[in-house]
């Protein structure tokens, strides 16, 4: 489907399950068209049905985004379609738990290029033409785990401490444009990020409470709509990441090795 209608348009990577699926909801009930992307193409297919009854314009593409090549092709096309992006959702990521010596390259490559370089991409080349038109929403998707080292899952939160950096420093340069980029730092939420980070024997997933994958979209939802710079979700992960502040950096990183240990 090539023609999408007249009102804005939204961009979520990661729109297959979890957050991605849930903030796609909340922008169809808004009337927002959708460019929605995901590796597995039957639920692409399922959600693109379900959210078209709103009588919205829903686009999908299925891509592997731990292939930043095919984020480019992703930009290409829809250039090429004429098709602007007035809001984009950088939510597609995963974790791997594990001690970094025993974590497999390609699997820690494929992280970090979906985590940080596909990210990257789409928000230099949607930001710059969002400022070329005075207006955009971009929202990048952290972490609690932006906050600190995270040892166990060190390669994910490391790369969620880039989201979250380079989120703010690009939200300060566009200052002025009409661009505003949001960092959404959810805490242990209730989706498939679990089964495929292998995290659901650690401390932080059987004794911190859960948020529902429907909660932490909304709250992001609000942030981006507010044009906030960035939000974490939960009073319990707001005090804990404020709390790193103020503490020794050893002993955050002794905390941090405690909950994610699996
Ligand atoms: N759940 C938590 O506790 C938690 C906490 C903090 C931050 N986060 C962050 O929240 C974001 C959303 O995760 P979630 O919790 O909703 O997890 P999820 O249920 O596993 O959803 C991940 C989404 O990303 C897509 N995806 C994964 N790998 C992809 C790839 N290589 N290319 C394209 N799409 C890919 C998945 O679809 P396909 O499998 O169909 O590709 C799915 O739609 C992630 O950035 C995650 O790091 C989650």
Not at 31 to 41: G, S
Not at 236 to 252: A, G, I, W, Y
Request: charged fraction near 20%; charge should be neutral.
């Amino acid at each position: 489907m090539a023609q999408l209608n007249q009102s804005q348009t939204a961009l979520i990577t990661g729109a297959s399950g979890g957050i991605g699926l849930e903030l796609a909801r909340l922008f169809a009930r808004r009337k927002f068209n959708l460019v929605l992307v995901a590796r597995t193409q039957e639920k692409l297919e399922e959600i693109t049905r379900e959210l078209s009854a709103s009588g919205i314009s829903v686009l999908s593409y299925t891509r592997d985004l731990s292939n930043p090549a095919n984020a480019e092709d992703i930009y290409n096309d829809l250039r090429s379609l004429g098709i602007e992006i007035d809001y984009l959702v950088n939510n597609a990521g995963f974790g791997i738990s594990g001690t970094e010596t025993d974590i497999p390259w390609d699997r820690e490559l494929q992280m970090l290029s979906l985590n940080m370089l596909t990210l990257t991409y789409f928000t230099k080349m949607f930001a710059s033409d969002m400022a070329s038109r005075g207006f955009g929403r971009i929202m990048n998707v952290g972490s609690t785990g932006s906050f600190q080292p995270g040892p166990y899952m060190a390669g994910y939160c490391a790369s969620k401490a880039y989201v979250l950096h380079f989120s703010e420093a690009v939200n300060r340069e566009l200052k002025g444009t009409g661009v505003i980029v949001t960092t959404l730092c959810p805490g242990v939420t209730d989706t498939g990020f679990h089964v495929t980070a292998q995290t659901e024997s650690s401390t932080m997933f059987t004794k911190l409470s859960h948020a529902s994958a429907r909660e932490v979209a909304e709250y992001g939802f609000g942030l981006m709509m507010k044009g906030k710079s960035y939000g974490v979700h939960g009073l319990f992960n707001k005090l804990m990441v404020f709390s790193v502040r103020f503490s020794p950096r050893n002993l955050v990183t002794q905390i941090a090795a405690g909950l994610l240990k699996s």
